[in-house]
């Protein structure tokens, strides 16, 4: 994928908001793969929604980096899914963000949440043991915080938690 002009912000850089739009075209992309596509929506009247995410930013993108996303699908029941994707730069490799996702299956007619029907839990499940194969990647499950009550690490810290200074007021 190519980042467009207008997305480049006043840093100089891709902001924050395009990350997601990025994100979001490959999420349709690899889930209509699996019969979640716009035919999906208007033929079943049900479609995904995501409930929440997690996006960390590791390495500023700029206007000419091709960037490409990897969709990993960790796990799946009857009404959700848990999803991890990466956006690298296209040519040279590096992490630009990781984004952690819940989706749920709607119905749009009632705007609940139900079931998937059973051919695209069965697309899913393809997917998930597909992907199962994969190392869990590790900003999975990551929560944010500043208190000594979680972990709480920056991107190229190689992955250690430091326990934040207490102080008194």
């Not at 996303?69 to 848990?82: I, S």
Request: glycine content about 8%; hydrophobic content about 35%.
């Amino acid at each position: 994928m190519h980042i467009e002009p207008d997305w480049i912000d006043y840093n100089g850089h891709l902001n924050l908001a395009y990350y997601h739009v990025l994100f979001d075209r490959s999420l349709d992309e690899a889930f209509a793969m699996v019969g979640l596509g716009p035919d999906y929506v208007e033929a079943r009247r049900a479609s995904y929604f995501i409930a929440e995410t997690h996006v960390l930013y590791a390495r500023e993108l700029h206007y000419e980096h091709p960037v490409r996303v990897t969709l990993q699908l960790l796990d799946c029941d009857e009404k959700r899914m848990h999803l991890y994707l990466e956006l690298r730069h296209a040519t040279e490799g590096w992490l630009s963000a990781s984004c952690e996702m819940l989706g749920l299956h709607v119905d749009m007619g009632k705007r609940k949440v139900t079931p998937f029907p059973e051919e695209i839990r069965r697309n899913l499940e393809i997917m998930r043991a597909a992907h199962a194969g994969l190392p869990r990647p590790d900003n999975a499950g990551r929560r944010i915080s500043l208190r000594g009550d979680g972990e709480s690490r920056t991107p190229d810290d190689g992955g250690s938690a430091e326990q934040p200074r207490r102080t008194r007021h």
